[in-house]
């Protein structure tokens, strides 16, 4: 018999007992659409961290000294800054490049003084696709250029120094060589994020005065961060880069720069992974209960079929083609609940901001997260989870089409 | 085929069955010795208990002897595999059944033609093969009603339509009037009749029918197993 009579024969079998079949099919489309909400929360808010993270200083890739990593201080550079932007922008995954200086720095203000995590920056090569501060400015305004006089404090920061717009606030750094440098600014700008570590921890400054005030060239600097259409290339781009530019420099990827972040995700992906294996099981068992119930009430009946002709293998591959159908049926009605779900998902989000006590962003591993969570689901992800349901309809249905195809027909038909 | 003499296409010899239930032994057949020629209408009857549906199950390559040998069209069914027996029975056997046996989500045209499908006989002459069968017993304007749209005695009719679709060398027909009335069964008797005479069909009855024994050319008997009287009628 050629297949497609197989298919039909399944198919009408399937009908037999249309209430079991279609609460099967219900059981794999309400697993489908969990694990498909649930890895489009996962790919979105992983893809939304790892991108924030990228924008609050590192970028998706990042080209920094080899010391700097373990050791950071501003006297660990890189030179030749210009070039290095160059090679990087030939490939078709970057989006963007900046280049920055990061570092310590003391503040003193007339008031008081205090250590600060200072980031240098170009105002007129940044903007908030590079740098996710770049309109967090509450009050004032960012730099005109990076010869710019002025500094931009964390809102907290600056309460701390007791100071205000307008207001002199010495910067303190230890040079290349050892020595301390000072530089006289002006708050031209407050930050306001809602994150702890920023709003309380960090300074901006203009690079260019920064380079001088450390006696940097104007090739010179700490950090070029190169920002990427899509995170998951950020491998693939740092490979490329640390071919052409060789061992003058390290070229990092998003999550060894932020080892932490890349931990939490880590973490929470294996997570999502186990609980997408036991909605598999779970779907697994509704196909293999369906199945073997459905091939032990016919076993007369492939008994028949045996007696007839049918070899073992027909029986098997007839049970199989019932599993494949439960799969593809599934898959569809699967598609059909979770389309509308996952477009809410997609385009409003759930605000779960009353659950963290009504803050407007939650800080995640160093990164201050949105409260709104939205689904975004990779197409890849899509067509892991399609595979796996259908893997799992087609090993569910082995063992019954096994037994169906060891079927003996004198014991089944019981003609004695 | 040579009319005169035809080759036996079923041979048993010395065949035993014994049926063990835990430690208790029962013998279902104690050494028959068989030959079944081609063209034959032969019924084995004998009254319940006698062994007449293990013969026609192990002839059918539905049962393994205990021991003896079975020969079908020369072959020794004990050295086929389970696929192989599985392409015998597909090839050279029709079963008819007393409770009918169609696959109940096939038509009466798929069900009679199922067979051909497995053989992968072209579409078009399966067509052809199934059409003229399904006139031959009856049942034209029916083919596409599924069992449960069909009466009994029209189950009876496909599955006999189903058995010879595939011209096997012997139809094993298992009781076939035992659940149809006797109108009906005359009518079935009728079709095999006409099928054995025009078609040359080998047809085995298990039976204890007497209109089944009536129109048998011949009635093997059996008696706890053993063959009491074989008589051969003209």
């Known amino acids: 018999m050629r297949s497609t009579g197989m298919a039909t024969m399944a198919w009408r079998n399937l009908r037999r007992n249309r209430r079991r079949t279609a609460l099967t099919v219900f059981g794999i489309s309400f697993g489908v659409l969990l694990a498909v909400i649930f890895t489009g929360i996962g790919d979105s808010s992983y893809a939304d961290m790892i991108d924030l993270a990228a924008r609050m200083g590192t970028g998706h890739v990042t080209v920094q000294h080899g010391d700097y990593l373990d050791t950071p201080s501003v006297s660990k550079t890189v030179t030749g800054t210009s070039k290095i932007s160059a090679l990087a922008a030939r490939d078709e995954n970057v989006k963007s490049i900046s280049t920055r200086i990061t570092g310590q720095v003391l503040l003193a203000t007339s008031a008081a003084s205090y250590g600060a995590a200072m980031l240098a920056i170009d105002p007129q090569k940044e903007n908030k696709d590079t740098f996710a501060l770049f309109d967090s400015v509450d009050e004032g305004a960012m730099f005109e250029s990076g010869a710019d006089k002025g500094i931009i404090l964390g809102a907290k920061l600056a309460q701390n120094l007791d100071t205000k717009m307008g207001r002199k606030v010495v910067y303190t750094l230890t040079d290349k060589s050892g020595e301390i440098v000072s530089g006289l600014a002006r708050v031209k700008g407050i930050l306001r994020t809602g994150s702890q570590s920023v709003d309380a921890g960090l300074c901006i400054l203009p690079i260019d005065t920064v380079r001088k005030t450390l006696g940097f060239d104007t090739d010179e600097a700490t950090q070029v961060a190169v920002f990427l259409y899509d995170q998951r290339n950020s491998e693939k781009v740092a490979q490329r880069l640390k071919k052409t530019i060789g061992e003058n420099a390290q070229v990092l990827t998003w999550d060894k720069s932020n080892p932490a972040l890349a931990g939490f995700i880590g973490m929470k992906v294996s997570g999502t992974v186990i609980f997408e294996i036991l909605i598999l099981i779970l779907i697994a068992a509704g196909i293999f209960n369906t199945i073997f119930v459905s091939v032990m009430e016919r076993m007369r009946e492939f008994g028949i079929m045996s007696a007839i002709g049918f070899s073992p293998t027909k029986i098997f591959s007839l049970v199989m083609w019932e599993s494949l159908w439960i799969g593809i049926i599934g898959l569809i009605s699967a598609a059909a609940i979770t389309a509308y779900p996952y477009y809410l998902m997609a385009t409003k989000g759930i605000d779960v901001s009353k659950m963290t006590g009504g803050e407007q962003s939650l800080e995640v591993a160093g990164v201050a997260m949105s409260p709104v969570i939205y689904a975004d689901i990779y197409p890849q992800s899509i067509l892991v989870i399609c595979l796996a349901v259908f893997g799992a309809t087609l090993l569910s249905g082995l063992y019954p089409a096994w037994r169906a195809g060891k079927v003996v027909p004198v014991e089944s038909i019981k003609l004695v | ?234």
């Open chain 2, 1 to 234: 085929m040579n009319a005169e003499n035809p080759k036996p296409i079923i041979v048993l010899e010395n065949l035993v069955k014994i049926y063990r239930q835990g430690k208790l032994e029962v013998p279902a057949v104690r050494g028959v010795n068989l030959e079944i020629k081609s063209g034959e209408f032969t019924a084995i009857s004998g009254p319940s208990g006698s062994g007449k549906t293990t013969v026609l199950n192990i002839i059918g390559a539905l049962d393994d002897p205990t021991d003896g040998k079975v020969f079908v069209e020369g072959i020794h069914l004990a050295s086929l595999s389970r696929s192989a027996l599985s392409k015998l029975r597909r090839d050279r056997i029709g079963f008819v059944f007393q409770a009918y046996n169609l696959i109940p989500v096939l038509t009466a045209f798929e069900n009679a033609e199922i067979v051909l499908a497995l053989q992968g006989v072209a579409v078009k002459d399966r067509r052809e093969r199934v059409m003229g069968l399904l006139a031959d017993v009856g049942l034209e304007g029916m083919e596409h009603r599924r069992p449960d749209q069909l009466s009994g005695g029209q189950q009876q009719r496909v599955a006999i339509a189903r058995a010879i679709a595939s011209n096997p060398a012997v139809v094993l027909a298992d009781e076939p009037t035992a659940n149809v009335d006797s109108s009906t069964a005359e009518k079935l008797l009728s079709i095999m009749e006409k099928l054995n005479r025009k078609q040359h069909v080998t047809f085995v009855f298990s039976t204890h029918d007497q209109k089944v024994m009536d129109r048998a050319r011949r009635i093997i008997h059996l008696v706890d197993g053993k063959i009491s009287n074989d008589e051969i009628r003209e």
